[in-house]
């Protein structure tokens, strides 16, 4: 079977040019001395090797692979790296098939990665050309924000963080399928050979006929806001491939979550501490304008990522272990499928 076409999304943006104006875009960091900086990079460095033995004892995936170091960055840097790895991951090429819109386009995609750049803490990039399998960043700037304006240890909360990244890590280095498996759904999103106008047109003049006549309270969760739109412009093979995404990166960040819990105050003197302070964090209310750009950007989504899939690894490790949890990692028909997440048994009693 031959690979889905990624001509219509990685051709048409001029990537490099993203990630110039991205990075002149991006706000500046907390304000920080030269010593302050130095000594996060290396304490940040020095936690992502750390974090490596409890993720590993923790998930018991990994074992024999090697530990690579993380690249500690700052704002500009993520998004000229997140420039590179949306290229990568669309297909695109060094020029874009038009110039004048790839520009347009580019200038678009840097103003959101700007955007987004203030509030990453770490990525995992298994897409990562340099990585050869993977790369983990770690933004040091937003982690000196954060841990001030939570008011917890830094030294804590550096190996907090990277405890989930590094999970992340762990998990694509252990199961090198996942990176392929994520690029095919990806080369079906970003495909041109969707439907015509009219068959489009009509999926959402169905879409908005169904949201009328259901009340607020019965809404799908999957039918609401901006992702409600996304599906109902999309072909079939779009759709599934979109729950593919979805389900797949539930699972993930629930893990890592999992993973940030369980190794406990052993590892983290203040784990406690930081998660509940982290959590009001994520829930804190945000100005109106602030609020669209996350719900636009599909950032609250992945917020709630966060809950559900830590509450279905949750369930399905205290009720069969970890090592049989592992399942799920076996291959694209033991992830769990969207009603799984919310009912953890089934998935149970499908695959185990």
Not at 44 to 67: I, K, M, S, Y
Not at 165 to 171: D, I, P
Not at 197 to 205: F, G, N, P
Not at 323 to 330: A, E, G, L, P, Y
């Amino acid at each position: 079977m031959s690979e889905p076409s990624q001509v219509s999304v990685g051709r048409a943006v001029d990537w490099q040019f993203a990630g110039t104006v991205g990075a002149r875009l991006a706000r500046p960091g907390p304000p920080a001395s030269d010593y302050t900086r130095r000594q996060a990079v290396d304490e940040l460095a020095t936690a992502a090797r750390a974090a490596e033995r409890p993720v590993r004892e923790v998930t018991r995936l990994g074992n024999d692979q090697a530990v690579p170091d993380a690249r500690i960055i700052d704002r500009e840097q993520w998004i000229r790296a997140a420039s590179e790895s949306m290229r990568v991951m669309t297909g695109g090429t060094d020029r874009p098939s038009n110039p004048i819109t790839g520009r347009i386009t580019g200038a678009q995609t840097g103003a959101v990665l700007a955007f987004v750049s203030s509030g990453i803490l770490g990525q995992f990039d298994p897409f990562a050309v340099e990585g050869q399998g993977g790369q983990l960043l770690l933004v040091y700037p937003n982690v000196i924000g954060v841990e001030r304006q939570l008011r917890v240890s830094p030294s804590d909360f550096r190996l907090w963080v990277c405890l989930h990244e590094v999970t992340h890590r762990v998990q694509f280095s252990a199961n090198p399928w996942l990176a392929q498996h994520m690029s095919r759904a990806l080369g079906v999103l970003t495909s041109d050979e969707g439907d015509d106008v009219a068959a489009v047109a009509a999926r959402l003049a169905d879409f908005v006929r169904k949201r009328r006549g259901r009340g607020r309270g019965d809404q799908d969760p999957n039918e609401a806001g901006i992702l409600g739109f996304m599906r109902a412009v999309q072909s079939e093979p779009q759709r599934a491939a979109m729950d593919q995404l979805l389900v797949l990166g539930t699972l993930l960040e629930g893990h890592a979550d999992h993973v940030m819990d369980a190794v406990g105050p052993a590892v983290v003197p203040s784990v406690h501490v930081i998660r509940q302070r982290f959590d009001q964090r994520r829930q804190r209310h945000q100005p109106p304008l602030q609020r669209l750009l996350r719900a636009l950007l599909g950032l609250d989504a992945k917020m709630s990522q966060y809950t559900r899939g830590k509450a279905f690894v949750d369930h399905v490790v205290t009720k069969v272990g970890m090592d049989r949890f592992n399942t799920v990692w076996s291959g694209p028909d033991t992830l769990p499928l969207p009603d799984e997440i919310e009912d953890p048994q089934r998935w149970i009693d499908r695959v185990l």
